[in-house]
């Protein structure tokens, strides 16, 4: 095996998702240099195709909450740091209860809710002004990646296919990638749910795996406002839904939903959408507004979420092995809670510690723990 004839690299990231790329701008952040190993491209998978909703306080009751927080802020500072239109807002969040089945239309609001004027028996406003916001998920992950290029970090094309390891397997000495092995100080697996693909290389790691998840986006055939709406919706057919409605400042709404179980493929270039989810995407948000009924279908898309055993984030150093690090099974917060990762696994890296966020709860070695 061929090895790499560059100089020893300081860290080498597996994916150039948006925890990847977070962690590459937040090493870079410290001064130190990173590169981003991706088979397909940068945010190609659900970082390039995710909702981008932002809650500050809906993790509290859960190990995620100090994270989150953190990441709800953060989020609010690379809005002005990067320099570049990342999609980010401040937004209003509202529960609906609507109907596809044939029924009066409820008559437009007084309100700036107007745009709302399809079978809509209920409105509730979700949270406290301020609590919640968006971003473009692939525009923030591609502004990360770049701002930690213009400091050093590199991508580089190709897919992992294993770790290297010291003669003692205590410390890990690189990665392999088409067949070259890179030498490295330090190895982060960022893969979304093709971290599951780790533990082959490392047998203490827990099964990453993915959560299939529809979007479509719509330009309305009028401007709607910055409300998100989290649906109870009943179907033609008479099944009950709960879709997700994101407007976005770029014109466009994201309405997603419609999750399933099917198995993660090996490329995530090939991920492809089921046309019945499709389907019902577009008769929610045509059932909830005559401008996203009379709207555009811009996109049609499909991605898998990450997820652990336990529905947690699994963030920090893997047991064992010495300069091995883990970061994914964000499940649906992945992009909400990139950038305290981010900052987090760079502390780990760097310093040995994190000391902006307690990752106590999330650690891997929480699964040795309970054996």
Not at 209 to 235: E, M, N, Y
Not at 268 to 289: H, K, N, V
Not at 349 to 366: F, H, K, Q, T
Request: glycine fraction near 10%; charged fraction near 20%.
């Amino acid at each position: 095996m061929a090895a790499d004839n560059v100089e020893e690299h300081e860290v080498l990231i597996c994916g150039a998702g948006i925890i990847g790329s977070a962690i590459a701008y937040y090493l870079a952040e410290k001064g130190v240099k990173s590169t981003v190993v991706e088979k397909g491209d940068v945010a190609c998978a659900s970082s390039g195709k995710a909702g981008g909703f932002l809650a500050l306080d809906w993790n509290d009751s859960s190990p995620v909450g100090p994270l989150a927080r953190l990441s709800y802020a953060l989020h609010k500072e690379l809005a002005t740091t990067l320099g570049e239109d990342t999609g980010y807002r401040e937004v209003r969040t509202f529960s609906v209860t609507a109907s596809a089945k044939p029924g009066r239309r409820r008559a437009a609001r007084k309100d700036d809710l107007g745009w709302l004027d399809g079978n809509i028996t209920r409105v509730t406003e979700m949270a406290e002004e301020g609590t919640t916001a968006q971003v473009h998920p692939q525009k923030l992950t591609r502004a990360l990646l770049s701002a930690a290029e213009v400091k050093g970090a590199r991508l580089l094309r190709g897919t992992v296919q294993g770790v290297t390891l010291s003669a003692d397997g205590t410390h890990v000495t690189g990665v392999t990638v088409d067949g070259r092995r890179l030498p490295a100080k330090a190895v982060v697996i960022a893969m979304g749910p093709w971290s599951g693909d780790a533990t082959a290389w490392f047998p203490g790691l827990p099964r990453i795996g993915g959560q299939k998840a529809h979007s479509i986006l719509v330009r309305p055939a009028r401007p709607v406002g910055a409300d998100c709406l989290f649906a109870q919706l009943v179907t033609s057919s008479g099944q009950r839904t709960e879709p997700e409605v994101y407007p976005r400042p770029d014109g466009t709404v994201y309405i997603c939903g419609e999750s399933d179980s099917s198995a993660v493929p090996d490329d995530p270039l090939s991920i492809t959408p089921r046309a019945d989810a499709m389907t019902a995407l577009q008769e929610a948000g045509a059932a909830m507004s005559s401008a996203l009924a009379e709207g555009t279908l811009e996109a049609q898309q499909a991605c898998f979420l990450p997820t652990s055993p336990d529905g947690l984030p699994v963030l920090g150093s893997i047991p064992g092995v010495k300069g091995a690090y883990i970061a994914s099974g964000h499940s649906c917060w992945g992009i909400l809670n990139a950038p305290a990762t981010g900052k987090a696994m760079a502390d780990c890296i760097v310093d040995g510690n994190c000391s902006c966020v307690n990752l106590a709860a999330l650690s891997p070695d929480r699964f040795l723990r309970r054996r």
